[in-house]
């Protein structure tokens, strides 16, 4: 899995609360469990016209705003149904962070198991790294989001944090302990 420790990019800022799963990945994109192939399927009720065009205005669809790694969000950010695919469209974008003042449980758990960041600003500081526009970094192992001047710091659980700085999903951090594990199961198989 891909380590996560440092993110610099420019943001997107799609700066509105409530933003559910069903506009983060319509229902009807939900036909397969691969885990990609569901980047243009993020936003669909924003990004695309009746007829299936992009529509030129909203964020994502701006040529400026191509390949960035940071979304900052208003509140609740994927609320709604518990989808994980709404994680899978936003990292298949190339959404490595969210900023965001609160988030879904559900959602914040699904992106977390993805390896990606779901970090927590509030409104005052959102608005200003949205005002300064300039290159943002997102330094997890100092928990410090900087860009210009600014610099803010944000919490995270620890354990969280050493998944992402190490890459380990839950997988992963099992077979750790297969030697335990198994000798475990030598022990209590008789």
């Known amino acids: 899995m891909n380590k996560l420790n440092i993110v610099q990019s420019k ?17 009807n ?67 490595e962070v969210v900023i965001a ?15 990606k960041l779901p970090l927590k600003l509030g409104r005052m500081e959102r608005e200003a790294l949205i005002e300064e526009d300039s290159m943002i970094t997102v330094n997890l192992t100092e928990q410090t989001v900087t860009a210009g001047t600014l610099k803010f710091d944000f919490e995270i659980e620890s354990v969280y944090r050493e998944k992402l700085l190490k890459g380990q999903d839950g997988i992963e951090e099992i077979l750790e302990y297969l030697d335990l594990i198994e000798k475990h199961e030598r022990e209590y198989a008789k």
């Not at 943001?11 to 229902?27: C, H, R």
């Not at 003042?101 to 390896?115: A, E, K, R």
Request: charged share 20%; with cysteine.
């Open 11 to 27: 943001a997107t800022v799609i700066f509105k609360d409530n933003i559910d799963t069903d506009i983060l990945i319509p229902k």
């Open 29 to 95: 994109y939900l036909k397969s469990t691969k885990r990609t192939g569901f980047a243009d399927a993020l936003f669909a009720p924003w990004r695309y016209d009746e007829a299936g065009d992009p529509i030129p205005e909203f964020p994502l669809n701006q040529p400026e705003n191509q390949n960035h790694k940071i979304l900052i969000a208003g509140e609740n950010f994927g609320c709604g149904s518990s989808r994980e695919h709404a994680a899978w469209a936003l990292q298949d974008f190339g959404i």
């Open 101 to 115: 003042g609160s988030y879904s449980p559900i959602f914040y758990m699904n992106y977390l198991n993805n390896l």
